[in-house]
């Protein structure tokens, strides 16, 4: 098991008061090193122009990465650039690929890339909704094109629907994008209806979904779509917004919760993939709920 962050990591500014702030990220790699003082650490690289726009087009490269504001500047009502900001999105998308080359090149079954800002709500175009690039995007299309898979899954657990990471694969029968999110909520994607050209499901849930509601949908619906591909990689957007302590959202999630999906998510890999999972960072604003449920997500792919 390999953990993947970078200092930069912790540069992006999007602000005073900005829920998505650097102590995210601070308390999730203390959480981690107090409870898995063994986790093998490396640090994230940057990622390449040509791996990011194997999802994403030139001009929002262009917005990143070379705007280079002095000052935070606003891309939308609650996405920022500022001077730290592109690096750590380069950072981020980076843990992704070096994640995915060290589980099929067989150093290690599973990875987790504790890094930030997260991603699944960029679109190939836009960065939106505090994500820059799409990592968990970056990180598949890294495996399909670098490494030649031909089944990869990308399971979403954000408690806001990855209206991105579905918008990018819609079309790509090589990819499996299945979530579960509050319904409604922001950004206002993912209904049942949306199943791109047959590899994607959503299962949107209310406001107040219990750890019991949460569970059934994946064990219910969207674990056997997965199974039925037969992935040969999983990949994970780990989002723990849907925790009852977190100010975002409306569930009432707790960091077991997050654990029991996590060792069903491994056991889908374990039946398809020789087990291995690269999980990414996404979501999660409540400093101890954040990190009680990374470590409970992290533990579970450890064990």
Do not use: K
């Not at 891309?75 to 995915?100: C, F, K, N, Q, Y």
């Not at 909704?129 to 495996?143: I, K, P, R, S």
Request: one cysteine or more; glycine letters at 8%.
């Amino acid at each position: 098991m390999r953990a993947y962050t970078h200092p930069a990591c912790l540069q992006h500014d999007p602000g005073p008061g900005h829920a998505e702030r650097s102590e995210r990220l601070r308390v999730v790699l203390q959480a981690l090193e107090r409870a898995l003082p063994d986790l093998d650490w490396h640090q994230a690289p940057r990622a390449s122009r040509g791996q990011l726009l194997r999802v994403h087009t030139e001009s929002l490269l262009q917005t990143v990465l070379d705007t280079r504001p002095q000052q935070r500047i606003d891309l939308d009502a609650d996405t920022r650039l500022g001077p730290g900001s592109a690096e750590a999105a380069l950072r981020a998308a980076g843990a992704g690929i070096a994640a995915v080359d060290a589980v099929l090149h067989g150093h290690v079954q599973r990875a987790f890339c504790a890094v930030r800002p997260p991603g699944h709500h960029a679109t190939a175009a836009s960065a939106m909704g505090f994500c820059l690039f799409n990592n968990v995007a970056v990180a598949a299309a890294h495996a399909l094109d670098a490494h030649g898979l031909e089944r990869v899954v990308i399971a979403d657990f954000d408690v806001h629907h990855g209206n991105g990471t579905q918008a990018i694969f819609a079309n790509d029968p090589r990819v499996r994008y299945v979530s579960t999110h509050q319904w409604p909520l922001y950004p206002d994607t993912g209904a049942r209806n949306e199943t791109g050209c047959g590899n994607i499901a959503n299962v949107p849930l209310p406001p107040g979904t219990t750890g019991a509601a949460f569970l059934a949908a994946w064990q219910e619906t969207l674990l056997p779509f997965l199974d039925a591909f037969r992935p040969q990689l999983v990949l994970i957007s780990a989002g723990f917004d849907g925790h009852r302590l977190d100010p975002l959202a409306q569930w009432a999630l707790e960091a077991e919760d997050y654990a029991r999906l996590t060792r069903a998510l491994v056991a889908v890999a374990d039946r398809h993939a020789g087990g291995r999972v690269v999980s990414l960072l996404e979501g999660g604003y409540h400093l101890q709920a954040l990190a009680e449920s990374c470590v409970a997500h992290v533990q579970a792919l450890v064990f």
